[in-house]
């Protein structure tokens, strides 16, 4: 069974410029999530999508990052314009929409960004 | 208070170790606790759900201790290749988002 995956792997920007991530969960998994994880923190919720809906982006900055899924499968999120801040790792997930305790999310390898 | 704490470390272990790992969390009505492995510039993965009655997968060992809101997890006879970073996380219901803490780093050496 194929993974999450997202591109691209790296990309360094100038701060103000744009940067877009996108990501491809697992077939059949129905919520996505976005995470950023800053360098010796664990990761935190960016946004959960169920299908193409939006079910938690309480912690998204909206100001300046936003986040789509528009036919309910990819996902991209964009940041406009970039801090330096926002250099972190940014990791998709994905998970059935099960409701059981234990249900798994299962993350992509990540995009490194760095802001200089 | 950080909803999950962990002791970030570094570990430092001899090989055939025993080590412990402790985490707290400070959201009473959470359902769900796992330990995630994640190795250098890798994704996190799942190492093992963390059940009530405890529960044991080979060398480890994870325990929950839902009134001291306390979750566990237990290495023993350390490999080289247990060195990575083990985050302790929890969540509310079955499809809301993980909850971490900032890992703790163990390195075994031989």
């Known amino acids: 069974e194929a993974g999450v995956a997202q591109s691209p792997r790296y990309k360094i920007i100038e701060k103000r410029q744009s940067v877009a991530f996108w990501c491809n969960p697992i077939?059949?998994?129905?919520?996505l999530y976005w995470y950023q994880q800053i360098l010796g923190q664990g990761p935190k919720l960016l946004i959960q999508?169920?299908?193409?809906?939006?079910?938690?982006d309480s912690q998204l900055p909206k100001d300046r990052f936003s986040a789509e899924r528009l036919k309910g499968v990819d996902s991209t999120l964009k940041i406009q314009p970039a801090k330096l801040e926002d250099s972190a790792v940014y990791l998709c997930?994905?998970?059935?929409?099960?409701?059981?305790?234990?249900?798994?999310?299962?993350f992509g390898p990540g995009t490194r960004l760095t802001v200089l | 208070r950080k909803e999950v704490e962990q002791d970030p470390g570094p570990f430092n272990v001899p090989e055939g170790a025993t080590v412990a790992f402790n985490c707290t969390y400070s959201n009473s009505a959470s359902q769900s606790f796992f330990w995630y492995r994640q190795d250098c510039r890798k994704e996190p993965k799942l190492l093992m759900s963390v059940y009530s009655s405890g529960n044991e997968d080979g060398r480890f060992t994870a325990q929950l201790n839902r009134a001291s809101q306390y979750i566990s997890l237990l290495i023993r006879d350390s490999k080289l290749s247990d060195s990575a970073t083990y985050l302790c996380?929890?969540?509310?219901?079955?499809?809301?988002?993980?909850?971490f803490g900032k890992g703790t780093r163990l390195s075994v050496i031989a």
């Open positions: 999508f169920q299908n193409n809906g939006v079910v938690d």
């Open positions: 997930a994905s998970s059935s929409i099960g409701t059981a305790r234990y249900n798994e999310q299962f």
């Open positions: 996380v929890v969540r509310n219901s079955g499809n809301t988002p993980l909850v």
């Open positions: 077939s059949g998994h129905a919520t």
